[in-house]
């Protein structure tokens, strides 16, 4: 379990490492269907995959937030680490005021329901975009998969709890959502910004440190990769220009740093 604080502002933050390394190589190197696959493995080079899990919490005023909510208990060995990052802070589910959905991908949902059923973050509020509930209400209910089923079944239950935002909405003072379209139709950030500082949220924009220089390939999980190209373009400039403190989720731990450019290519600053 990691976790690393750090202050926007007046704002507080926390980035929690659910998990590491849940992927392999030859799994990495498949899911990039408009590259060779020899290009991926050149690109990939002799390190391991990025693969870390890097979850946001954030308070803002009295409001905690919990920006998507990992594996849980229901993922692969070694997740789990957000409920006992939580705990190292001291807090508990329960004291979570806002569960932010930045999209509906297993890794980034799984650990909302326990096995009975029943919401893990059972205080919260429950936010995501229009277009992400939409497009997983829809797949799920087109799916004979008993995963998939269940899961329709459970979020559907709690539908009256969910608030719908999109581009630029402030989900609490100094948190506003930023649209990233195209990994999924709802693909969603968080910008906090507080006395002149910033922090951007970007999620799945890319998964691992190739696609900085690789922008244009496709991820295999990506709703609408052409799209996801071109919104990984435009922020990955964004974050350039702006000179942003950046967080991805699934960078190496804690995912945070900035972008910069090197002539034509974009190349990714962790912090030390």
């Not at 922090?199 to 440190?209: G, I, K, R, S």
């Not at 799209?227 to 435009?234: D, F, I, N, P, S």
């Amino acid at each position: 379990m990691s976790v690393y604080q750090l202050k926007i502002g007046d704002i507080e933050c926390a980035v929690l490492q659910e998990g590491a390394a849940f992927m392999d190589r030859d799994s990495v190197i498949a899911r990039y269907p408009n590259a060779e696959p020899a290009e991926v493995e050149a690109a990939l080079g002799e390190g391991e995959p990025s693969g870390s899990l890097n979850l946001l919490v954030v308070k803002s005023g009295s409001a905690r937030i919990l920006a998507d909510v990992g594996f849980g208990e229901a993922g692969p060995p070694g997740m789990g680490g957000t409920l006992r990052g939580l705990e190292s802070l001291g807090l508990s589910p329960a004291d979570i005021d806002i569960v932010y959905l930045t999209h509906f991908h297993g890794d980034h949902i799984a650990g909302f329901f326990n096995p009975d059923g029943s919401a893990v973050y059972a205080n919260a509020l429950y936010v995501t975009t229009q277009a992400e509930w939409d497009e997983w209400m829809g797949r799920w209910a087109a799916s004979d998969a008993e995963a998939d089923k269940q899961n329709l079944a459970r979020f559907n239950a709690l539908r009256d709890r969910f608030s719908f935002v999109g581009d630029g909405d402030e989900v609490a003072p100094g948190v506003t959502v930023v649209s990233l379209e195209g990994h999924t139709l709802g693909h969603s950030g968080l910008l906090v910004e507080s006395g002149g500082d910033r922090l951007l949220h970007v999620v799945d924009l890319l998964h691992q440190p190739f696609q900085f220089e690789h922008i244009d390939w496709h991820f295999g999980f990506d709703s609408d990769g052409a799209l996801a190209a071109e919104t990984r373009k435009r922020t990955l400039q964004h974050c350039v220009d702006e000179a942003v403190l950046t967080l991805f989720y699934h960078m190496d731990f804690p995912g945070l740093g900035r972008v910069e450019k090197d002539g034509e290519f974009f190349v990714w600053k962790p912090i030390s």
